[in-house]
């Protein structure tokens, strides 16, 4: 890579942002995020399709932002991509856009490997025409499998994907890292462990368990409940990625992790103990509620991230402690109602459907 192309993109970068799968739950935290920076003074161009994880309601407070635009798209349409990439003179990519769900993985793999894979291959061909892009490419610490009792993901650590969602993953990180060694494009790459906070669908563990306490219904932990997964609060880590993005090396890999190891079954029994005590209920009457169930195919055992080297390179390190951050969580969904009762109706969808009637 030439020394010109690097300078131009340190001169021209963060300016006007293309963030994809922004509406959904890490994106629209990080659209948030953004806007409450004082030194971003750029412009974000939001490209989402809507899929079912995917709530405008999670950006409302920003949506008339002057500075902010929302475009109903799929990011396999390399053509609208290009298009978006040269109206608003997109010099950075933030690639969020994805389908994670490893269950729905388990049941549907195409999907994720037509948006995880292709999706991926088609945002950077539209880099590779357009090079003063810069690429930063979200990806997760389930491409490394699965780790024994002891030990750490570091960013060296070898791909083992154990699932459909995790091989995707895995297939667009290679594709990224190949583009760059290739091309010669900006790229960076993150890989995170698991998220939780405000506006997280609730098929995720965190908010799954909390609804269900909060509506009578069984809380269902797979096996014995001894999986075990870093947590990392969701405003840390869209932290991090604009640490990266200011100030990562191209080409670069950077872990990032929540150092919050936690069992699923010790997990939910902490959901219960703050649930309980902030709605003064008695713990047993949600305790009453698990229900083991027969384990999934392939289930990692442990995920653990080394996210030693952002720490040090970039100086970045999670500001919520895992007892702030699920306490923040609680409170957030009781205090957000509206949007729990939208999500479980799928009134949040209203836009989608008003858009596609308009048309007709």
Same mark, same amino acid.
């Given at each position: ?244 993005? %200011? *100030?990562?090396?191209?080409? =670069?890999?950077? &872990?990032?992790?929540? /150092?919050?190891?936690? @069992?699923? +079954? !010790? ?43 952002? %720490? *040090?390179?970039?100086?970045? =390190?999670?500001? &919520?402690?895992?007892? /702030?951050?699920?306490? @923040?969580? +609680? !409170? ?29």
């Amino acid at each position: 890579m030439n020394t010109d192309k690097k300078s131009l993109f340190k001169q021209n970068h963060l300016q006007n942002l293309l963030v994809t799968g922004g509406a959904g739950f890490i994106g629209s935290a990080f659209i948030r995020f953004l806007f409450n920076q004082p030194d971003f003074k750029g412009k974000i161009i939001n490209l989402d399709l809507l899929t079912y994880a995917g709530n405008l309601e999670n950006l409302v407070e920003i949506a008339n932002h002057p500075h902010y635009t929302f475009v109903h798209g799929n990011i396999t349409n390399q053509e609208l991509v290009e298009k978006l990439c040269l109206t608003h003179h997109i010099d950075t990519i933030v690639h969020f856009a994805a389908e994670s769900h490893v269950d729905r993985s388990i049941h549907n793999p195409q999907s994720f490997l037509e948006t995880n894979i292709m999706g991926t291959f088609h945002l950077l061909e539209v880099v590779k025409k357009h090079s003063h892009i810069h690429f930063h490419h979200i990806s997760t610490d389930e491409v490394y499998g699965s780790l024994g009792d002891t030990g750490y993901f570091t960013e060296s650590t070898p791909y083992q994907p154990n699932s459909p969602y995790s091989a995707s993953k895995a297939s667009s990180d290679h594709i990224v890292r190949a583009y760059h060694h290739t091309y010669g494009l900006h790229t960076t790459t993150s890989n995170c462990s698991n998220n939780y906070g405000p506006c997280q669908f609730p098929e995720k563990l965190i908010p799954l368990i909390l609804m269900n306490c909060l509506n009578g219904k069984p809380l269902p932990v797979y096996g014995t409940g001894s999986n075990i997964r870093d947590w990392l609060y969701v405003d840390d880590h869209v932290h991090a990625i604009w640490t990266v993005l %200011k *100030k990562g090396v191209s080409g =670069s890999v950077y &872990n990032i992790g929540g /150092e919050a190891e936690w @069992k699923n +079954i !010790d997990l939910i029994h902490e959901i219960i103990k703050i649930l309980s005590k902030t709605l003064n209920e008695d713990p047993e009457k949600f305790l009453s509620l698990i229900t083991f169930v027969k384990d999934r195919p392939g289930h990692d055992q442990r995920y653990a991230i080394d996210c030693s080297k952002i %720490k *040090k390179e970039l100086g970045w =390190s999670p500001l &919520n402690s895992f007892s /702030e951050g699920l306490s @923040k969580t +609680i !409170d957030w969904y009781l205090n957000n109602k509206q949007w729990v009762e939208n999500v479980q109706s799928g009134t949040y969808q209203d836009w989608l459907r008003l858009h596609y009637s308009q048309q007709d």
